[in-house]
């Protein structure tokens, strides 16, 4: 989280921007990180993310006239949105634009307003920094008159995502910034949107989340690619089993009378989804009872799944994961989100934590010659609106 100070000042360069005017609102949405069950989401399966203490600051302030005016300080870059024209213009923008089209279609016609976004949570690094400006506007729209529940808040940020700007992620990273709460993990079903706070009863221990610097450039394909693989799968299953809406709700008992029929490689990725999903509520069991080793157990499982079955994770990647693990004090470690770069996650015993920071980027940086970034946290809270100034 930013300094009470560092938010105050922005407030003075809103209007230096933007001119003195009516009430300027502030609000904030998380990053998130995803402690378990990946790839799960888009296959009606469980997931287990929490918000990290990092994300996407908005001040707002609705106007008499359009063009709605927007800048982002952490790109320093500027855009408008015409109300008239609500196309995808191919800027950083879109994922706002996409917001502001179907909290309207919510909420009927909204107002102009000019936004002024600032954080700290690092961009492009797989901790959802698009879920976070997404579902930061969505809650924003309050002060347009556009109050929505959470889960429309989810919907509209989705569908930004999906329909507007054309990335066809899961449900995952908008519902666990919109509905984390500080202490919690969120155990969410993705096929019925059941969900449960699970508090984070290790208390001796953090977690560490390690950006392995990489460019994500063959997330997207690859994600892509998942998606069929798995429809296929799920065709290929429902022929054996009888029909199944999604690969979560074959069991892994079903799984294993069905899968000799299978070609290879859509065995695999079926087995990582349906084992997957089953870990993710162990995981939870876990976690409630405090268990932190068994924890740490499935965590490793599931690195090995998404590696070997599900192939998306890197050297680099495999390369974090395993200098994690061999350090003192830390109890599990696996890559996190879509894979392809990004981020891995590590369950480290507080007495470990410094030991292990001083430690590991020089034996990632020896075996890869990248540098990683660190960010200790413990869950977050999720989006809300901060405070109002004049
Ligand atoms: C990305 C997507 C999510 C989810 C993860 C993998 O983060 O946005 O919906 O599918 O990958 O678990």
Redesign the pocket.
Known sequence: MLEESQISQKFLLFEERFGRGEVIDAYYAPGRV?LI??????NGGM?LPLAIEKGTYLLIRRTELPPCRLYSANLDLEARILTSELEPKGDWADYLRGVYKYSSENCGTLPPFDAYYFGDLPLES?L?SS?SIEVVTARAMNSLGCAMSPADEVKVAWRAENEFVGIP?????QYAVAFAEKGHCLLLNCENMEHRQVPFNIRDCVLVVGNTGMPRNLAETE?RKRRLECGEALEALSARLGPRTCLSNVSVKEFESARWGLPDLLARRAEHVIYENVRVEEAARCLQAGDARTLGHLMNRSHESLRDLYEVSTHELDALQRISLEQQGVLGSRMT??GFGGCVVSLVAREGLERYLRRTPGLYWQATHEEAEFTVTTPGDGARRLREAT
């Open positions: 995803n069950g990946d790839h799960t989401d888009y997931v797989g959802s879920a992620c899961g449900i995952m990273d994600y989100g879509a």
